[in-house]
């Protein structure tokens, strides 16, 4: 009986171990789908938009003052306001001081105007300012100090004088649009005769160093356009002179795309240049050597009370960003009477010439009229440099906002 019992259980056991050794089934094949590409990022379009001097004589000053004390600058700029809201970002040269009421408002020769002005600038959408300019210093250390106190105050970036050394080496960058950043620098021929107090103060036409700063803007993380302000050339020269042509071709050989001129408060060409830079990069780029007052009182001078607006198109695609368009608005600072009063105010000289033919504009005059026609047909011509330069016209700013 135990005997019985021992074999059928050696039995079993073997039957066992031979399950065991059998091979496994193989496993059921799953299906795996290719990995597909990673989309690439959308095309990016911008606009960018500069403007000349905002040289503020004592008269805007005092016809922007309201009865009740303080003052209210976005007169001066309303008719032009939805270009300058219509641009993804948009500079001015700032050529005045914002010391505030220690001393006098004045005009020119020392120029200093309320604070409010930074206000009034970026309520009706400028986004940054260059002060790189020969009046930078009118009032010293303590103007330079508090003009960027105020621009601070108001929310108001700002480049081109410096309170300190680290001021000086910090770059500043600008959001454009979704992924599209810009580096924005600025740098002056002189400071009237008036010694630099320390040598960081003001950022000066050194050669060297604005081909250095080019070069550490363009290498910045996220950075995809450079733009430079020179203050330079010979005032009232209506061509740029050996000085400007060579500090424009060395910045754009050190990887700047834009470069927004400005001082001799007259227009000078804009151009699109093509160029291989330090960095192997062949691409348009965008140049105007100045782009003349946009407000001012220099009266009495066609070429003087003329301006534009230099706007300048960028794309952004597979990782690279260049210059697709350069345009140009032509304008004109507009003197007029209300109320018994002088009054100033920026406008856009084919808009308010469509206005006056449609009585649309109660302020313009036969005799302003005229003149209208005479500043476009200066500036249409003296204002483009190359074939690639448009000359922009009224109905772009809605374009611009969706309408």
């Not at 400005?262 to 140049?287: M, N, S, W, Y």
């Not at 198109?313 to 018994?340: L, M």
Request: proline share 8%; aromatic share 8%.
């Amino acid at each position: 009986m135990h005997k019985v019992r021992l074999k059928f259980l050696i039995g079993f056991l073997g039957l066992a171990l031979l399950a065991g050794c059998a091979s496994p089934a193989p496993p059921a094949t799953v299906a795996v789908a290719p990995a597909k590409p990673p989309e690439p990022p959308p095309k990016v379009e911008a606009r960018i938009l500069g403007v000349g001097d905002l040289l503020m004589h004592t008269p805007l000053v005092f016809t922007s003052a309201l009865p009740g004390g303080g003052f209210d600058f976005k007169p001066l700029f309303e008719p032009v306001r939805p270009w300058i809201e219509g641009a993804d970002l948009a500079v001015a040269e700032l050529e005045t001081t914002l010391t505030g009421k220690d001393y006098p408002w004045s005009g020119y020769p020392s120029f200093n105007t309320p604070p409010e002005l930074a206000r009034d600038i970026k309520a009706i959408g400028f986004d940054a300012v260059t002060n790189a300019n020969n009046h930078a210093l009118d009032y010293g250390e303590y103007g330079l100090k508090q003009t960027a106190n105020n621009l601070d105050a108001a929310g108001m970036p700002h480049v081109g004088t410096n309170r300190t050394p680290d001021e000086q080496n910090k770059i500043l960058v600008l959001d454009v649009k979704d992924s599209i950043k810009m580096a924005l620098l600025a740098y002056t021929y002189g400071t009237n005769g008036v010694p630099l107090p320390n040598a960081w103060n003001v950022n000066m036409l050194d050669p060297e160093r604005i081909a250095a700063d080019i070069r550490r803007a363009r290498q910045l993380p996220g950075v995809d356009l450079v733009a430079v302000a020179l203050h330079f050339g010979d005032e009232y020269a209506r061509q740029p002179n050996d000085q400007q042509q060579e500090l424009v071709r060395l910045s754009l050989s050190a990887g700047a795309d834009i470069i927004f001129g400005d001082h001799v408060h007259v227009i000078q060409k804009a151009e699109v240049r093509q160029v291989t830079d330090e960095f192997g990069r062949t691409l348009p780029r965008a140049v105007i050597f100045c782009m003349g007052n946009f407000i001012s009182n220099q009266q009495g001078f066609l070429e003087r009370e003329a301006g534009l607006m230099f706007v300048v198109d960028v794309k952004k695609e597979n990782g690279i960003t260049s210059v697709e368009r350069v345009g140009v608005v032509p304008t004109w600072v507009h003197p007029y009477f209300a109320d018994g009063l002088k009054h100033y105010r920026t406008i856009a000289v084919e808009r308010a010439m469509r206005d006056y033919e449609n009585k649309q504009d109660p302020l313009i005059t036969a005799e302003d009229y005229a003149r209208l026609k005479a500043v476009w047909a200066d500036t249409t011509v003296q204002a483009v440099g190359s074939p690639e330069v448009t000359v922009l016209h009224v109905d772009e700013p809605a374009r611009l906002m969706g309408k």
